[in-house]
C-alpha cells in the first residue's frame, strides 16, 4: 500500500473513532448563569442555575440535557434552598423545562413543563403537562395542581428555553450579572408553545403530549408501548412473561381485573 493511501485511511480511521466517541459522550459540557426572578409580590431573587449535556445523540446535533439544578436564598433568612433534575437510567435524560418558580408565606413552589415522552410517562402522562414542587421540611415534593397557589399568576418568571440560549445566558451573566426579569419577559414571549410560557389549570384538547406513545416501564430501565397489553388478558400475561416484569410493572392485574 503506499504511504499517502495509508495515511489517508488511517486519517480517515481516527476520524470516525472520534466521531463515535462524540456521538456516544456523556456530560460533554455545560454552562451556568444568574437569572432575576420576579415574585409574585413584586420582589426579586437571584436564581443561580446550571445546566449540563451529555448522553446519546446524533453526529452534529447537540447532547440532550442530562442534568441541571438551581439554587436560591429563600427571602428573609439565611437559608440556601436548591433543587436538581438529573438524567436517570429509565429516562436518559433531565426530565423538566422550569417554567415558575415563587414564594408564599416563607415556603417555595416551582412548576415545571415535561421535557420528552419518556419523562411525559414516567410523570403519569399529565394534562395539561406540568408538573408542580413544594419544598416542606427541607425536601422538594410533587403536589396536585390544585395545592399550586393561584396568587402567583400564570407567566413563566424564569427563562423557560435554554438549550438554544445557552451562551447568550452565559455572555449576559458575565456582562450585567445576572438576566434580568425585564430579559426574562421578553424571551418568554417570543415562545411559540403556550405552555411553555404560561400555566393553565385547564386540560389541553387532545392531552398535554398526546402525540406521545403510551408506554410503562417494564422494571428494567426499559419502556414497553402500552398497545402489546390491552388487547387480551392473555397477550398481556405472555408480554409480562416475555419482558420478564414482575407483579410490580406488569398491568394485566389492573388493565384485567375481572380475569383474577
Request: aromatic letters at 12%; charged letters at 20%.
Amino acid at each position: 500500500m503506499k504511504p499517502a493511501k495509508s495515511f489517508l485511511l488511517y486519517c480517515f480511521a481516527l476520524l470516525t473513532g472520534l466521531t463515535s466517541l462524540n456521538a456516544q459522550a456523556f456530560y460533554l459540557f455545560g454552562s451556568n448563569w444568574k437569572e432575576e426572578v420576579l415574585l409574585h409580590d413584586g420582589s426579586k431573587i437571584i436564581v443561580n442555575r446550571s445546566q449540563s449535556h451529555g448522553g446519546f445523540h446524533e453526529f452534529g446535533q447537540k447532547p440532550p440535557v442530562s442534568e441541571q439544578a438551581i439554587s436560591f436564598d429563600l427571602p428573609g433568612t439565611h437559608q440556601t434552598v436548591e433543587w436538581e433534575d438529573k438524567a436517570t437510567p429509565d429516562v436518559g435524560s433531565a426530565n423538566f423545562s422550569l417554567l415558575q418558580l415563587d414564594v408564599l408565606n416563607g415556603v417555595p413552589y416551582l412548576a415545571v413543563t415535561i421535557r420528552g415522552c419518556l419523562p411525559y410517562n414516567k410523570w403519569g402522562r399529565p394534562n395539561p403537562d406540568y408538573v408542580f414542587f413544594k419544598y416542606v421540611g427541607g425536601v422538594w415534593k410533587q403536589i396536585p395542581i390544585e395545592e399550586y397557589p393561584a396568587e402567583f399568576g400564570t407567566d413563566a418568571n424564569m427563562m423557560s428555553e435554554t438549550v438554544s440560549r445557552e451562551q447568550w445566558l452565559s455572555d449576559e451573566t458575565s456582562k450585567s450579572g445576572y438576566v434580568s426579569s425585564a430579559l426574562i419577559k421578553q424571551m418568554n414571549a417570543e415562545i411559540r408553545t403556550p405552555q411553555n410560557r404560561t400555566i393553565t389549570r385547564t386540560p389541553i384538547p387532545g392531552g398535554g403530549m398526546g402525540g406521545c406513545p403510551n408506554a410503562i416501564p417494564d422494571g428494567h430501565d426499559g419502556w414497553i408501548g402500552l398497545g402489546f397489553f390491552n388487547k387480551s388478558y392473555e397477550q398481556c400475561k405472555g408480554t409480562c412473561f416475555a419482558h420478564d416484569m414482575n407483579e410490580q410493572y406488569c398491568p394485566c392485574k389492573k388493565l384485567y381485573p375481572d380475569q383474577q
